[in-house]
């Protein structure tokens, strides 16, 4: 029995099985351009080189680091920068951003910087030859140069920056709406804007002589109603309600003098 017991028991031990400790996932290694980034204030390549909070949770926070710290973005010519990096990086606000050059980005189509408080050193906004951009809104107290030149499809430039002293808009031919607010800008060349409908400048140094204008492309005229206009609509609701009122009354009329006592026709009796 003693035998048996320890069997027994030795089966019931040797029936246990320790499962495996799964491993915990590693954080992925570090681009060694995301701390030089840090370091030198100065981000030059793709978006997709930023670190992404997709991949490691952490790297959310490391991507703003990156970004805030930075004094100059230059991503030149990439396809791969659209709407949402300017408008989380505007988001950011870095401190200390100074110029920003985002020039021959092709997918870029709209551009925002607002709140006026935002990127409270940018002094350099570089977005020419964004083959895609249609709208551009700008508030600043710190931009002194920007330029919007060689951007095909920009139809509406809003810039209220009361420093900025240099605005390219040249190559811009479906530029239609354009108004700028400064104190600083003393030259304006809009020649080759020949779509433009809408222009108002608040520039009190800006000299009547140093602006170069097209001749403003005139709005349509309203097409012609397919109706008759509406004096001629309402003398016809007026005639034909007078009509139908006297139809009325004639009946109104005949009613009356059928109901009369007296014959309507008299016959002379003979005597």
Known sequence: TRKKQRSGSMGKKGGKKKGKKEAEPTEPPHDPGWERAVQSGKWDRPPD?????SSWPTWGALRERILTSCKE??????NQLRDAFPSELIKLSPPGLVKLDLRGSSNLTRFTLSPVVSCPKLAL???????????????????????????????KALVQCKNVHQLLVEGCESLDTLMVWS???RELDLTSCCSLRTV??????????????PR??????PEAPKHP??????????????????EQRERDHQNSSSNTVFPRTFHKCAP
């Open 49 to 53: 080189a930023l670190p992404d909070a």
């Open 73 to 78: 973005i230059t991503i030149t010519y990439s």
């Open 125 to 155: 906004l570089d977005l020419h030859s964004s083959f895609s951009l249609s709208q551009v809104l700008l508030q600043s107290t710190s931009l002194e140069t920007v330029d919007l030149s060689d951007c095909p499809k920009l139809q």
């Open 183 to 185: 104190e600083e800008l």
């Open 200 to 213: 108002e400048l608040y520039c009190p140094e800006l000299l009547e002589e140093n602006i170069k204008m």
């Open 216 to 221: 403003l492309k005139p709005f349509p005229l």
């Open 229 to 246: 206009p509406i004096v001629s609509m309402l003398k016809e609701k007026y005639a034909e309600k007078t009509r139908k009122e006297a």
